[in-house]
């Protein structure tokens, strides 16, 4: 089982700036077959949504409601991904969970909690 762990969420005023890391581990051999690392947020009441994914070729895809404000970066060596967020907005409050996805495998982390509040 591959295991994703976040760091990184809490409370930011608005126009403020957070990063949020996720790295990924545990036994399973299917790490090294990780293609895709990404985030994506829920808010309460709310389906989750995509808000950024990187592959490890680099390609990068961002929902268009944070494109020019967060950018998604990784280190395959280290089977992380960190998630740099500014200009946030109180409607980016949710929680955001780290996902990664191997062959048709996909896995989750337990989710951070971001709060834009003033």
């Known amino acids: 089982q591959v295991q994703l762990v976040e760091s990184g969420g809490g409370l930011v005023q608005p126009g403020g700036s957070l990063v949020l890391t996720c790295a990924a581990g545990?036994?399973?051999?299917?790490?090294?077959?990780?293609?895709?690392m990404g985030w994506f947020r829920q808010a309460p009441g709310k389906d989750r949504e995509l808000v950024a994914t990187?592959?490890?070729?680099?390609?990068?895809n961002y929902a268009d409601s944070v494109k020019g404000r967060f950018t998604i970066s990784g280190d395959n060596a280290k089977n992380t991904v960190h998630l740099q967020m500014n200009m946030l907005k109180p409607e980016d409050t949710a929680v955001y969970y780290c996902?990664?996805?191997?062959?048709?495998?996909?896995?989750w982390g337990q989710g951070t909690q971001v709060t834009v509040s003033s």
């Open positions: 996902n990664a996805r191997a062959f048709s495998d996909i896995y």
């Open positions: 545990g036994n399973s051999g299917n790490i090294k077959y990780i293609n895709t």
């Open positions: 990187i592959q490890t070729s680099g390609r990068t």
